[in-house]
């Protein structure tokens, strides 16, 4: 009986404490934690806070993949932080590629706004789950696991992407063998590559070492 008693007093001290704040805008100038940025004074947050233009312009997609990733998150869209979502657009050119990569904070839901694009993810069973998706198209990739977006089609292709995390976190897979300065026999060792093979992909990445 007392521990139901302690329990349900917990329960409505922790609902309590959670609707104390409608919200945290984050303030970049503060600390961070794991649980996101602390919050701005509520005496100087205003609309603008709660708004995000920056998903409007396609972005640069002159780069090695042939694609550009248009983040809103924490801190950039500010009204976001501590409410577990955040947004990015997708621009890719003909051919242009999202590497295998992850969001160790999130999972990921894709939609489709213009062209072709073949995505898909490799579950911890190492399984492939693959789909072309088409204009309207939507697909989900679960948190963690390893995932790609392939322009499959003759034009530039569009995509929007949501996450469950205001920092869903990334890491591309190429990026963290090749483009830093891991050495190259540790690389060879764990990947089963050819020296000539890591220092080809180290140069073309800018890795070292």
Request: hydrophobic share 45%; glycine share 10%.
């Amino acid at each position: 009986m007392i521990i139901h008693i302690f329990f349900t007093l917990s329960l409505v001290s922790s609902i309590s404490f959670a609707s104390v704040q409608d919200f945290c805008v984050a303030d970049p100038k503060g600390p961070q934690s794991p649980s996101g940025y602390s919050c701005k004074n509520p005496d100087q947050v205003t609309e603008n806070d709660f708004a995000f233009s920056g998903l409007a312009k396609a972005g640069n997609t002159s780069n090695i993949i042939k694609a550009a990733v248009t983040p809103a998150f924490s801190p950039t869209f500010a009204g976001i932080n501590g409410l577990g979502v955040s947004l990015a657009r997708l621009d890719l050119a003909s051919g242009g590629v999202i590497p295998l990569h992850t969001h160790p904070g999130a999972s990921e839901v894709l939609v489709v706004i213009q062209g072709t694009i073949c995505a898909g993810f490799i579950s911890s069973a190492n399984k492939v789950y693959l789909k072309t998706l088409e204009k309207g198209d939507s697909m989900v990739f679960p948190q963690g696991l390893l995932h790609f977006q392939l322009n499959s089609g003759k034009g530039p292709a569009l995509a929007f992407v949501a996450f469950g995390s205001s920092s869903p976190g990334l890491q591309i897979l190429s990026f963290a063998l090749f483009a830093n300065d891991l050495p190259s026999e540790l690389v060879e060792a764990t990947t089963f590559l050819s020296d000539a093979e890591v220092k080809k992909l180290k140069g073309v990445l800018g890795g070292t070492n």
